[in-house]
T-cell receptor
């Protein structure tokens, strides 16, 4: 595809359930980021993958959050035992390298925990 | 790690006036400073960027300046138009992309 693709676009889940959010980065991009954006708020860094290096997980808010990146391409963000405060838009971005290059964002997944 | 502060949080200007958004960063090794625009309900998109070996860059009505000594960089929008209304985010990169908190710009016609 031409851009970063995220699925699903919208997800409504019950409190306590687990959810998986998917990100397909631009082909060939080695760097991949996950951000969380609550309503009217900024871009909260969650996790960063760069090539084969160990991911930077310093932004994950709790151990309920985890992410994987398989084969250096697709990434999955998993939230276990969802809480209402997890409701937000989750944005994925990728860039050619982890250095000074443009990051391209996906359209985001809007997660609503009821 | 890198920390980016952005001011103001909201900015209202009259159509045709200029708008300035300022950011500071903490890591002197950061070497790339992009600015993103996010319209309501849409994804952030790059509008301009500057590298650490450049002091100023301009693209039509948009310009960015960088002061490495003071660790400041700023976005300048001239002749603002209603379609400039959006949230603007500054960012800095050393190893990873770190964003400021964002500025809501409202251009009143």
């Amino acid at each position: 595809g031409a851009g970063v693709s995220q699925s699903p676009s919208n997800k409504v889940t019950e409190k306590g359930k687990d959810v998986e959010l998917r990100c397909d980065p631009i082909s060939g991009h080695t760097a991949l980021y996950w951000y969380r954006q609550s309503l009217g708020q900024g871009l909260e860094f969650l996790i960063y993958f760069q090539g084969n290096s160990a991911p930077d997980k310093s932004g994950l808010p709790s151990d309920r959050f985890s992410a994987e990146r398989t084969g250096g391409s697709v990434s999955t963000l998993t939230i276990q035992r969802t809480q209402q405060e997890d409701s937000a838009v989750y944005l994925c971005a990728s860039s050619v390298t982890g250095g000074p290059t443009e990051a391209f964002f996906g359209q985001g997944t809007r997660l609503t925990v009821v | 790690g890198e920390n980016v502060e952005q001011h103001p949080s909201t900015l209202s200007v009259q159509e045709g006036d200029s708008a300035v958004i300022k950011c500071t960063y903490s890591d002197s090794a950061s070497n790339y400073f992009p600015w993103y625009k996010q319209e309501l309900g849409k994804r952030p998109q790059l509008i301009i960027d500057i590298r650490s070996n450049v002091g100023e860059k301009k693209d039509q009505r948009i310009a960015v300046t960088l002061n490495k000594t003071a660790k400041h960089f700023s976005l300048h929008i001239t002749e603002t138009q209603p379609e400039d209304s959006a949230v603007y985010f500054c960012a800095a990169i050393r190893n990873k992309l770190v964003f400021g908190a964002g500025t809501i710009l409202r251009v009143k016609s």
